[in-house]
């Protein structure tokens, strides 16, 4: 089980690219945005920046660890862990995407029925992905006791 989605060397990239979108929104925020749009507005913007950054961090740091998780190694954390820790950045990555994509679309203007639906949903996966880290890191160190 080896390639790219195994490995977490996706997550590294895939990382990169969210903070320094995220960068680029909060720098429109504060030069294009303000002054411009409601604080009302702006909270709703600013809270979608921040939750980007954290949480493209936290990918960031799942893919590092996930490099030294190799099933087929000898100090391999064991099935279940390693099923979690390869789950985790994906669930992270759709939460990201789902809950700030729904903030940025909410601040942008859009009303779509969705948003109401994608944010929560995104709210829970981002939850979930942490728990799913959390588990396989919690498994792969009691294997290694």
């Known amino acids: 089980m080896t390639g790219c989605g ?6 590294l990239p895939a990382a990169g690219v969210l903070l320094a979108l995220a960068t ?3 720098a429109l925020g504060a030069h294009a945005f303000a002054g411009h749009w409601s604080p009302e ?9 921040r939750y980007q950054f954290y949480q493209s961090l ?13 099933p087929d190694s000898a100090t391999s954390p064991g099935p279940v862990a390693v099923r979690s820790l390869a789950r985790a950045p994906w ?5 990201i995407i789902l809950f700030c994509g729904s903030l940025y679309a909410l ?12 944010t929560p949903v995104g ?9 799913e880290f959390a588990y396989g890191t919690w498994r792969a160190g009691r294997r290694g006791r």
Do not use: P
Not at 58 to 70: A, K, N, S, Y
Not at 91 to 95: E, N, R
């Open 6 to 11: 195994f490995s977490g060397r996706w997550a």
């Open 24 to 26: 680029v929104a909060g």
């Open 41 to 49: 507005r702006l909270s709703i913007y600013y809270t979608a920046v």
């Open 58 to 70: 936290g990918l960031l740091g799942m893919g590092l660890l996930r490099r030294g998780h190799h």
């Open 91 to 95: 669930v992270l990555l759709a939460g």
């Open 107 to 118: 601040s942008l203007g859009a009303t779509a029925r969705w948003i109401g639906i994608a």
């Open 123 to 131: 709210g829970a996966m981002l939850i979930l992905g942490w728990l």
